[in-house]
């Protein structure tokens, strides 16, 4: 067959659509979202290609408008996991062999087909399915998701061209092999970019993958695997199941063939997973991959020169947007007790102008939380802070579930720098506010780095270049993702590679070269021109005398 050494596409973040007033892709969104919702769906799971129903219906609905009825899923149990272990170990050495740039061009056409003739159903059915507003839909299930698919292959092709020297009379090279076994992608609801870049990015290094999606982003789901279909994705090569996280981590992580796990989600799930792991580690062909992302207790550190409208949108924008369920969303600010009224003032000011409500209304910034459970953990925490002679609700603090899980964004005032919201990850739109005496910047440093078990996302606002430097250099170990002066949240794919270690992960860097070079396997080749004919070395010569 022909031959080439190919150069793929140089890889652009997709550009984020405006969907102001009067702009088509608005309307087009808008016509989308009454579609969708004037329909119900039957759901089915995908298993080597074929779709599969059960009799075991779970009813899907906004969780901005719990009465309304998006569809069913299909929920499937063990015999539907074995099944999509199956398919994927049959698919394995078809799509292992495919040439490299065949796979690429699936990828390149699926990221395509989520910028152009899937732009809206994918936001749609984050927008629904998530509650997530038009903006937040946009960078995350279209752009973001490209973003993944494009530079996971130009990564690919740089992981490829990373090759041996070689000395005089031989030829060294690798090659990239994927994993010997399958691949378990379990993902979360938050970001529809992240489910579908935790299969894809083995699938794109040669992998199969089962994939357990969310509950609560099922719906989505649907539609990434859709796009996956209509790009020419082999069957079998990703196997989309719906199945409780324990009847899969039964079957998945004591099978042999189990070669490594994709995951984004809970500390706690993700130590029990690992630990599982380690009890079956004699029952696998090779030592499984563990690459996971967790979550963050993250901060925004300021200091008394801080542009006090600047820290004032940046702990709005960090804390709220998409509820607060980012792993990377503000959660704790530091802020100096000289400024801390001017800036209370200002940022009571922007909060009072907030809508919150359906994602249908462009014009609300917060929504409602995913599921009935966040509503009343965070509700409890707020209900606490109330309560509590240590901490003090400021702003918000109301809370409703009479149509949907609405949450008003919440300002807790902690009065001891390790009060509990300080301390643990609420995920959803609580922030907890501490104000330090300005002569003990470095005690409250020293502070910020021992009050959480997380490193994930963190931001250092001030206008001290000295201070910026000495902040960003004490909380080396606080934050795999660093702000200067902006917000922790937005990494963008190609821009700012996102992870972080300690509680937070194994800060393997999604969406790049340090993310993908753990789905691949290299087997290094040296061959020899002219092969030695003696068994002897010179030094065993006699001397001359």
Do not use: H
């Given at each position: 067959m022909p031959k080439g050494i190919f150069n793929v596409p140089v890889a652009k973040n997709e550009p984020v659509l405006s969907y102001a007033p009067g702009s088509p892709e608005r309307k087009e969104l808008q016509a989308k979202l009454a579609e969708l919702r004037a329909q119900e769906i039957d759901q089915p799971m995908i298993i080597g290609g074929k779709e599969v129903y059960t009799d075991r219906k779970v009813r899907m609905s906004p969780p901005h408008d719990i009465k309304h009825t998006l569809g069913y899923f299909n929920q499937g149990d063990a015999s539907h996991v074995e099944m999509a272990i199956d398919a994927a170990l049959v698919a394995r050495e078809k799509w292992a062999n495919m040439s490299w740039q065949h796979r690429a061009s699936i990828f390149l056409k699926a990221a395509d087909l989520l910028a152009g003739p899937y732009r809206a159903k994918i936001n749609a059915a984050t927008m629904l399915g998530q509650s997530k507003n038009a903006f937040q839909a946009e960078i995350d299930a279209a752009c973001e998701l490209a973003d993944f698919f494009r530079f996971g292959v130009q990564v690919m092709t740089d992981i490829y061209k990373i090759q041996p020297e070689s000395a005089k009379g031989m030829w060294n090279y690798n090659e990239y092999r994927p994993?010997?076994?399958?691949?378990?992608?379990?993902?979360?609801?938050?970001?529809?970019?992240?489910?579908?870049?935790?299969?894809?990015?083995?699938?794109?290094?040669?992998?199969?993958?089962?994939?357990?999606?969310?509950?609560?982003?099922?719906?989505?789901?649907?539609?990434?695997?859709?796009?996956?279909?209509?790009?020419?994705?082999?069957?079998?090569?990703?196997?989309?199941?719906?199945?409780?996280?324990?009847?899969?981590?039964?079957?998945?992580?004591?099978h042999p063939d189990f070669a490594g796990i994709h995951f984004t989600g809970s500390t706690g799930v993700f130590q029990s997973i690992w630990k599982k792991i380690g009890e079956n580690i004699y029952k696998y062909k090779t030592y499984p991959r563990i690459v996971g992302e967790t979550g963050g207790k993250d901060f925004i550190f300021a200091d008394n020169t801080v542009n006090?409208?600047?820290?004032?949108?940046?702990?709005?924008?960090?804390?709220?947007?998409?509820?607060?369920?980012?792993?990377?969303?503000?959660?704790?600010?530091?802020?100096?007790?000289?400024?801390?009224?001017?800036?209370?003032?200002?940022?009571?000011?922007?909060?009072?102008?907030?809508?919150?409500?359906?994602?249908?209304?462009?014009?609300?910034?917060?929504?409602?939380?995913?599921?009935?459970?966040?509503?009343?953990?965070?509700?409890?925490?707020?209900?606490?802070?109330?309560?509590?002679?240590?901490?003090?609700?400021?702003?918000?603090?109301?809370c409703d579930k009479s149509v949907g899980y609405f949450i008003e964004p919440t300002v807790i005032l902690a009065k001891k720098p390790d009060y509990i919201t300080m301390q643990e990850e609420l995920f959803g739109p609580v922030l907890t506010v501490y104000v330090y005496d300005d002569e003990k910047l470095d005690e409250t440093l020293d502070i910020l780095d021992k009050t959480s078990i997380y490193a994930l996302t963190g931001a250092v606002m001030s206008q001290d270049r000295y201070n910026i430097e000495k902040i960003t250099k004490r909380l080396e170990n606080a934050a795999g993702n660093f702000y200067i002066n902006d917000k922790p949240t937005g990494a963008v794919v190609g821009q700012q590679p996102f992870g972080g270690a300690r509680g937070s992960g194994t800060d393997d860097k999604a969406g790049s070269i340090f993310n993908l070079l753990r789905w691949t396997s290299i087997r290094t080749i040296k061959e020899t021109f002219v092969p030695p004919v003696e068994y002897t070395y010179p030094n065993f010569q006699q001397d001359n005398e």
């Open positions: 994993l010997e076994g399958f691949v378990y992608a379990l993902t979360p609801f938050n970001f529809t970019s992240i489910a579908g870049n935790l299969p894809a990015a083995p699938a794109l290094m040669g992998n199969v993958v089962v994939w357990k999606a969310s509950k609560t982003a099922v719906y989505s789901a649907g539609v990434i695997m859709e796009i996956f279909q209509e790009a020419g994705l082999p069957d079998g090569v990703i196997n989309l199941v719906f199945a409780s996280g324990p009847a899969v981590a039964d079957i998945v992580l004591t006090k409208r600047a820290l004032a949108i940046a702990m709005l924008r960090g804390a709220f947007e998409y509820q607060g369920q980012k792993c990377s969303a503000a959660s704790r600010v530091y802020v100096p007790e000289s400024i801390w009224p001017e800036v209370k003032e200002i940022f009571g000011a922007e909060l009072a102008t907030v809508k919150m409500g359906p994602p249908e209304d462009f014009t609300n910034f917060v929504n409602a939380v995913i599921d009935e459970d966040s509503f009343d953990k965070l509700k409890s925490f707020i209900d606490g802070a109330r309560e509590d002679k240590d901490a003090e609700v400021i702003f918000g603090g109301n």
